[in-house]
């Protein structure tokens, strides 16, 4: 995952998606990347450990989709080196070459000195239509987690 200041999450806020636990610390978050009025990323998807394989993860996606179809973005794209979690979305493998935009932010990003690490690339075309997410009650760690 990229470094992010402070300041970049203050002036790009209203592009995240965030879960909070009982006492309202963030334990998931996910964001939006706008490159074109029609393409985004979702990017800065990360979980707090503790609370990985609780569904937390896949349910900040699905938040940044809805705020995707909400700004009329056609088409997501997402980098990860976990294959499962995004197939499980059901994005479907791509190549990063579709997304010059990124290869250019990268090759700037990589010519100030930040190193860039190769990750595969997921992609997924938003329908004007989609399904409410099931909620997930928690369940202690080890059980199955329950769709309600
Ligand atoms: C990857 C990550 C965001 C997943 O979050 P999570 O809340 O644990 O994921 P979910 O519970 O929603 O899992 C959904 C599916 O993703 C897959 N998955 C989740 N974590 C995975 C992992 N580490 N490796 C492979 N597949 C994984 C599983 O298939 C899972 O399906 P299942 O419930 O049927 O087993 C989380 O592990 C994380 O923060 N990792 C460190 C940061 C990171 O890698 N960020 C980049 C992700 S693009």
Redesign the pocket.
Known sequence: ?LPRTFDEIATRVDNYVVAVDAAGRVV?CAALEEYSPSLGEVSS???APS????????QVVLGVERLARARDIEELF?L???????L?LAYEPTTIARYPEKLARYDTLSKSGVEIVPKRCFQKALGKTWDAPQLMVQSPPGQKKIAV
């Open positions: 995952m998931a998807v990360a979980v609370r990985h394989g609780r569904g937390l993860g896949s997402a990860s080196l976990t294959d499962n979690f995004f499980s």
